[in-house]
């Protein structure tokens, strides 16, 4: 079936510094999304992308859906101590709604 | 609007008891889903349903039961627990308008151990 995997496994910043993660897939996805999950909570969306080379912002997040459809990144600009959390990438299953979810990026930022 | 709710946020079961695990969203979303995230990993699609009466099964959907006799509502019930079911569930929801603009909102989590 579908996975996704995600690279890096874990990072550790320092504050300040800008951050890059990328999610790929052996197939195509037609919808990305990437949310984060801090400890305690579940995942909250952060950026949905829809189209082949679309890039989005959300404030000092940005996100690109890649040209292949079989990848996609998102980059933090700036890091702060709030960052700290698990990045993940998903995006449905072909033609159907069950969602397929990355491993996760584990994002720590040291002050 | 609470958006999506979980209850309990924690439970510690004993092998062979049984539980539900409720769920519920006041967005009117016509989708829900029920995953569960093992340590250190990613979430894992168990049951999910496209509206009141209709269920189907994610990736994982071995142990568990579940039902959908209203729009809000979508309970996950374990029949006969077992330590491999220790977890964190989530609930999630979603329009499901049939449009790539499709998301999902997140409940908080229940933190379940069977020991």
């Known amino acids: 079936g579908q996975q996704l995997n995600q690279s890096p496994q874990s990072m550790f910043i320092q504050e300040g510094e800008d951050v890059s993660m990328n999610c790929t897939s052996s197939s195509i996805f037609n919808t990305w999304l990437w949310y984060k999950q801090e400890p305690g909570e579940g995942p909250v969306l952060l950026i949905a992308l829809y189209k082949a080379g679309e890039l989005t912002s959300n404030g000092r997040l940005t996100a690109q859906f890649g040209i292949t459809r079989k990848d996609s990144f998102l980059n933090i600009s700036a890091s702060i101590p709030s960052d700290v959390g698990i990045y993940f990438c998903a995006g449905p299953n072909s033609g159907t709604y069950k969602y397929i979810f990355g491993t996760g990026t584990r994002l720590k930022v040291l002050a | 609007n609470a958006g999506v709710t979980q209850t309990p946020k924690f439970r510690i079961l004993k092998i062979g008891q049984s539980m539900t695990l409720q769920c519920a969203q006041d967005m009117n979303h016509n989708y829900m889903y029920w995953y569960r995230q093992d340590p250190g990993m990613g979430l894992k699609l168990i049951y999910y349903s496209v509206g009141a009466g209709i269920t189907d099964k994610g990736e994982v959907p071995n142990g568990y039961n579940v039902s959908r006799s209203t729009t809000e509502d979508f309970p996950l019930r374990l029949e006969l627990a077992a330590p491999s079911q220790t977890s964190v569930y989530f609930c999630?929801?979603?329009?499901?308008?049939?449009?790539?603009?499709?998301?999902?909102?997140f409940g908080p989590g229940t933190r379940l151990t069977v020991l």
């Open positions: 999630a929801s979603s329009y499901g308008t049939g449009s790539s603009t499709d998301t999902q909102y």
